[in-house]
């Protein structure tokens, strides 16, 4: 196990609604990326938070926003959700500076029906 | 636009069985390739390359990279079932503030 941790573990929306998905990062971790993974498909890059700043952004729409708070854990919030949005979102923690060796969280699995 | 094309997509082998499963990439400047095991949920790191020609290992896993060719593979010698798992590639870019690029996967399935 990596120490990331992520709540909760699954959810069920329906469409339009708002959601809120929690990660809290390994210890001595300060930068938490978030990646969205559909069926079948790799995790793709929604954004990344340092020092509680975006520090990078995928190609997602603004409805996809986030937090980072002083101890480093961190918020995923989608608006208006769409069908297309169901998928397992996994947060990652890392160090700034060795940023490319992500530790991942077991994900929330979102279904928006 | 920056790709990662995993091949193949799924494999079914025995125990005991060598495998490779091969990682291609098309990126702009190019900083690292890194592959990830996915067992359940939480894909867990193997290995990170960034050089030419350099084999990393680690048990019965390795992985080498050839960025003249693009690619890279990795093998994993007397397959067991706990090697089942989806096997992920992913690339870095310079400048890109630890956005990794993934490729579909590799699903492996180890058979008793």
């Known amino acids: 196990e990596t120490g990331v941790t992520q709540s909760p573990t699954h959810l069920i929306k329906t469409r339009g609604q708002q959601v809120t998905l929690r990660c809290s990062s390994q210890?001595?971790?300060?930068?938490v990326s978030w990646y969205q993974q559909a069926l079948g498909q790799g995790p793709q890059f929604i954004f990344q938070?340092?020092?509680?700043?975006?520090?990078g952004r995928g190609n997602f729409p603004p409805r996809f926003s986030g937090l980072q708070f002083p101890n480093y854990s961190s918020e995923l919030n989608v608006n208006a959700l769409e069908l297309d949005d169901s998928a397992l979102y996994l947060c990652?923690?890392?160090?700034?500076?060795?940023?490319?060796?992500?530790?991942f969280g077991s994900g929330t699995q979102l279904s928006v029906l | 636009e920056d790709k990662v094309v995993q091949s193949p997509l799924s494999l079914v082998v025995h125990e005991g069985d060598t495998v490779t499963l091969n990682c291609s990439y098309e990126?702009?400047?190019?900083?690292?390739l890194l592959w990830y095991k996915q067992e359940k949920k939480a894909p867990t790191f193997l290995f990170m390359l960034?050089?030419?020609?350099i084999e990393k290992k680690s048990g019965r896993l390795s992985s080498i990279l050839d960025k003249k060719e693009l690619f890279s593979i990795l093998n994993i010698t007397a397959t067991q079932t706990g090697d089942s798992a989806i096997y992920l590639c992913?690339?870095?870019?310079?400048?890109?503030?630890?956005?990794?690029?993934f490729g579909k996967g590799t699903k492996l399935s180890v058979k008793p």
């Open positions: 960034t050089s030419s020609g």
């Open positions: 938070y340092y020092r509680e700043e975006e520090n």
């Open positions: 990652a923690s890392s160090l700034k500076g060795d940023n490319e060796k992500l530790f």
């Open positions: 990126v702009t400047n190019f900083r690292s």
């Open positions: 210890s001595g971790h300060n930068t």
């Open positions: 992913a690339v870095t870019t310079r400048g890109s503030q630890g956005n990794l690029i």
